[in-house]
């Protein structure tokens, strides 16, 4: 069967990048088979790129931004020309522009990823983004709920907006656990076996409550065996490190961020987590919590609801009390919540899938 020939647009490669776009390589990887793919990739500090079972692929050059809005161009027009007629784009809003152009031209369609709901803040780059928008064919995002609000934010037409929730590699989760000595693991850590560990993996930042981690910390100090592990870095960090040496307990582990590739491991030896967000467009740490079989406490907001299961959402709060987080982690800590049936969803073979259907369109 003929395949279709897409350039996807990978916004930076790495092998030991800390955020959710080291997901996309393995995506790539996930489907090969079925697409012609020519990778263009925007930011690489490894020389030799290992995607598996991608020989086509192209690292820009240039480091100017002007001079790499030229060479994408030219790129991409180059690959045109080889019959390459979609591209996929991951939420650089300046490549969108710049291919949309050429596809457009040459009548063929750009799909562009985006689920950053900059209208919430008074942002410079409002304006590329409502461009990028209107000239892309499609705009690829996570949940239904975001169509509305990006059709009356950005004026677009509802149906231009396509589905695609995040995913994860379960696969992946069940080669990590067979592999572990948990055990070991805690150990490494300065944790014993008998203790209870509660997770927080998420950019330090205010608006992601870290600044009240610590609180809900100090509430367990009368229990020894339960602790906390804090994982990632900055802008909090240095008023994080402060509280935690100032602080009359020692209930907190801090570790600087850790590469995607390791994150599984550490959610496999905890047995809660905790999301206190203000803020979350789409939690992939909840999906990577569910896929290792940790249940979570979170806040309320946008669509946490929405991925989560029916027997999770007693655990999802509204109002902020410490007391209340205290209470549900406890119970969850007597707990075993089972995900299996409803994580599959997510699993990267399924939203593959949902992908390949939205591209040969």
């Not at 710049?98 to 950053?116: D, E, P, V």
């Not at 959402?313 to 919540?337: A, G, P």
Request: glycine share 0%; hydrophobic share 45%; net charge positive.
């Amino acid at each position: 069967m003929k395949k279709y020939k897409l350039i996807y647009i990978l916004p930076e490669y790495n092998n030991n990048l800390d955020w959710h776009i080291f997901y996309l390589a393995n995506f790539i990887e996930s489907i090969w088979k079925d697409l012609d793919i020519f990778v263009i990739i925007e930011k690489s500090k490894e020389k030799d790129v290992n995607i598996k079972n991608i020989s086509w692929f192209y690292g820009q050059k240039c480091s100017n931004i002007l001079l790499r809005s030229i060479e994408l161009f030219f790129v991409v027009l180059w690959k045109r020309i080889c019959w390459y007629r979609k591209v996929y784009i991951h939420y650089s809003y300046i490549w969108a522009i710049f291919s949309s152009i050429i596809m457009r031209l040459t009548f063929w369609k750009t799909f562009y990823w985006n689920c950053w709901m900059m209208w919430l803040f008074k942002n410079k780059k409002q304006f590329l983004l409502r461009i990028s928008l209107k000239i892309v064919n499609y705009l690829v995002t996570w949940v239904n709920a975001l169509k509305k609000w990006y059709s009356e934010n950005y004026w677009i037409s509802e149906n231009k907006i396509l589905i695609m929730p995040n995913w994860i590699e379960l696969n992946r989760v069940k080669s990590v656990k067979n592999n572990m000595d948990i055990l070991f693991e805690k150990e490494k850590l300065w944790f014993t076996n008998n203790d209870k560990i509660i997770l927080f993996i998420h950019r330090l930042a205010e608006r992601k409550w870290i600044h009240y981690v610590s609180k809900i910390a100090k509430e367990f100090n009368d229990n020894k065996n339960i602790k906390f592990l804090i994982i990632w870095d900055w802008p909090y960090k240095k008023k994080l490190l402060e509280e935690i040496y100032n602080s009359e307990w020692n209930n907190i582990k801090y570790i600087w961020k850790v590469s995607n590739k390791e994150i599984y491991k550490y959610f496999l030896l905890s047995d809660v987590f905790l999301m206190p967000s203000e803020e979350e467009w789409f939690p992939r740490v909840l999906l990577e919590s569910m896929a290792c079989g940790i249940p979570y406490v979170a806040s309320d907001i946008w669509w946490v609801r929405e991925i989560s299961p029916s027997y999770q959402q007693k655990y999802i709060y509204k109002i902020w009390d410490i007391r209340l987080f205290r209470n549900w982690i406890e119970k969850l800590l007597t707990k075993k919540i089972d995900f299996t049936n409803y994580i599959n969803k997510y699993d990267i073979c399924e939203v593959k899938e949902i992908f390949l259907e939205l591209i040969n369109r």
